[in-house]
Every structure is written in C-alpha cells, then in structure tokens.
C-alpha cells in the first residue's frame, strides 16, 4: 500500500488525520491478500500490518483470500465488515490461517490494545494511510446511512460474504431419512427434475443480512378488485407498510438501508444486495401518493441515485435476453408520477433535471412508449445543456 496520497493530502488534514485518525491494526495478513477499506483496494505486501489516519466515522473492511503464487494465487470469496470508527480509535484483529479470515475477538483484550497503543509508533512504518482521495466517493455513497441502520442490516455474525453460508433445511441424521429422499443418481428428464432433487438450503443462523422485508401482497388484506388494481398501479400502500414497520420516525432511514444494499453488492460483491437495492428503488419509484406526501424522501432519492449510478455502467441493467433495462422502466415512472397533480414544485424540479442528466450522460429517452420496454437511445441537440 503506497503512502503517496499522504503527499497529496492537503497538510491541515494530514495533520489533523495523523492526530485524530482512527487506526485498524491488522496482523499476521498473509502477502497477496487482496484487502481494502471503503472504495478502494490494493494487494497486502510483507510489511503491512494495517491502516492510519483513517477519517472517524463509517466505514467498510473487505478483503478475499489468496493462494500463493506456488499454488496458483487464486482469489477467494469477499468478506466485508461494517465498521463504525471514532477519533484515536484502535481496532485489532489477527488473521486466523484456519478459517482463512480476520479474527477481531482480539480487540476485546485491553491490555492487547493498550500495548499496542504505547508501541503504535514503532508499529507506523508498517501502517498505510487510509486512501483520502476515495472520501469524497465513499461520503457520497454512505451519507444517508448510520451505524444504526447498519448495524440492525448486518448479519448478527457482523461479517458480509459474498457466498452465503448455507446449510440443508432438512438436517438427515438418519439413515432412514435420508433414504426416503429422492434419488440424484439417475438421470434427469429436466431441469426442474434436477433441481428438485437438491437438498433445499438456507443461510446459516446469524449470517445473513437483515433487509427490511416487502410485502409480496401490495394491498392491505380484503381488498377488492378495485383497490388490488389500483395498489398494484400505485405501491404506496406497500411503501408506507415497510416504513411503518422499519423506519417510522426517521423514513428517510430507508435510503440508509438502500445505500447499505448498494454498497454490500458494488464492493461486497453481495448480488443479494443488489436484488433488494432493485425491489427498493422499483416500490420508491412506483409509489404516487407516498411522492406527495414524502416530499423529503423523494429528494432524498434523486441525491442518492444520482451518486449511485455514477458508479456502474450504463449498459449493466440491460438485460441481456428480453433487452428491456430495468432502470429506463422504473425511472419512467418515477418522472410521470413527479410531473403529476400534487407534487411539490421543489421536488418536481429537481426530478425533471435528473432526468435531463441522465437523459445527457446515458442517453436514455424516459419519454418513449411506456408499453414499449425496449431502451431507446436518444440523441440530444448539440446546444442542449443541464444548466
């Protein structure tokens, strides 16, 4: 890890991260370990033992595994921490070769930590500065989420894997059972033959993440044709159900839980973050009466998309079998819902310029055919501008 960006760093923030920064220490990382912390990752040398001057606050420890190089130097699965860091902090974790992961329990030793703390400057050669040219990206990514909303989504183990753990729902002690299970050792007629025959699995107890969970039905029970048509046109019903359940006297904590999603799948490399980031947006954008009544919400919503998909090609939400994008669909809702009777003029304004953006930078046309699901490319005048 290079110490270049201290040179970079303007020298009063230097000063104030190398008094005030917080300090992960961390031991016995194997060299080629592929590790990083926010947005930003690099391969551990010989001397690494950790990070210095990191900014107090919210942060996101990743790192895989890695063969040597005499064994092929492959890299292993992502594992990621949430960490929630304050001035002067010292947080210690070994490596444990066994389970080829970070062991943290270490930093429940005080006297560890104190002796580490009276030989931090021995230690600080070996110590990277935080990468500080990613802050801006990763403030920009995590503003609306707090060490309470991260903390009630991590998993109860406090570890983020890129591949659940999973054990089989039914657990065979006996040979009885297991024989009365179907047979895997002749050949399927299909597909679906082949999965049935699996043993059916879920997650570990304690690992995995604890998103808010969106009603399958998005229409209270009892409701008539009418009121289930209407519901499906517009999720309000389903949106409001979900904030009333999670975040009833902070709702702007749901794009905190949006944000936690996005960052677990674009650094985590957790695709389940980003199916449930997907669910997000499309009950946000598909709500018409939570837009006029959540004001706040919604603009809260702009910001944060505007971030998010600065971070992924523009071509990613296309699906490469039907060719309809996920996001031209949902955001075309989002924008005929904000131009619609009711919604705050602040509010509609700032809808119709990320449209205008978005329409620049990925030259999608929201105002096509809403039946046709296709992404149209448009092309925009040569003096059309976003000021």
Not at 325 to 331: D, Y
């Amino acid at each position: 890890m290079a110490n270049s960006n201290i040179v970079d760093m303007d020298p009063d923030v230097a000063r104030r991260l190398f008094v005030e920064g917080a300090t992960l220490v961390l031991l016995d990382v194997p060299q080629g370990t592929e590790l990083g912390i926010d947005c930003k990752s690099w391969q551990v040398g010989p001397r690494f033992k950790g990070v210095k001057m990191i900014p107090p606050g919210l942060h996101f420890l990743h790192y895989c595994s890695a063969n040597s190089t005499s064994c092929g130097g492959e890299i292993g699965p992502k594992t990621g921490h949430f960490l929630t860091l304050k001035p002067k902090d010292i947080l210690l974790a070994k490596w444990d070769p066994k389970e080829e992961d970070l062991d943290f329990s270490v930093s429940q030793d005080e006297k560890e930590v104190s002796r580490i703390r009276a030989n931090l400057q021995d230690l600080d050669p070996h110590l990277g500065p935080y990468p500080y040219e990613v802050i801006r990206k990763w403030v920009s990514l995590t503003d609306r989420l707090s060490e309470e909303v991260a903390k009630n989504l991590q998993p109860l183990s406090g570890q983020i894997c890129a591949f659940s753990d999973v054990i089989p729902e039914l657990q065979l002690t006996h040979t009885k059972d297991r024989a009365e299970q179907p047979r895997n050792d002749t050949a399927c007629q299909s597909m679906k033959e082949g999965l049935d025959k699996l043993p059916r699995m879920k997650p570990r107890e304690g690992t995995e993440l604890r998103f808010s969970v969106i009603p399958e039905k998005k229409y209270p029970a009892g409701a008539t044709p009418a009121q289930i048509t209407q519901c499906s046109l517009d999720q309000s019903y389903a949106l409001e159900t979900v904030l009333e359940k999670n975040y009833k006297l902070q709702p702007l904590n749901l794009l905190g839980e949006m944000q936690f999603a996005f960052v677990c799948f674009l650094i985590g490399n957790v695709y389940e973050g980003f199916e449930h980031w997907k669910s997000l947006l499309s009950l946000l954008c598909r709500s018409e009466e939570a837009m006029r009544k959540h004001k706040e919400l919604y603009l809260g919503l702009i910001a944060v998309l505007y971030h998010q998909l600065g971070e992924i090609p523009p071509d990613f939400f296309v699906d490469i079998v039907s060719q309809s994008n996920f996001l031209t669909s949902t955001l075309q809702d989002l924008f005929q819902f904000a131009s619609g009777p009711g919604v705050d003029g602040t509010l509609r304004k700032r809808a119709e310029k990320f449209k205008a953006h978005l329409t620049k930078k990925f030259r999608w046309d929201f105002d096509a055919d809403l039946d046709d699901c296709a992404p149209v490319v448009v092309e925009l005048p040569e003096d059309v501008t976003m000021e």
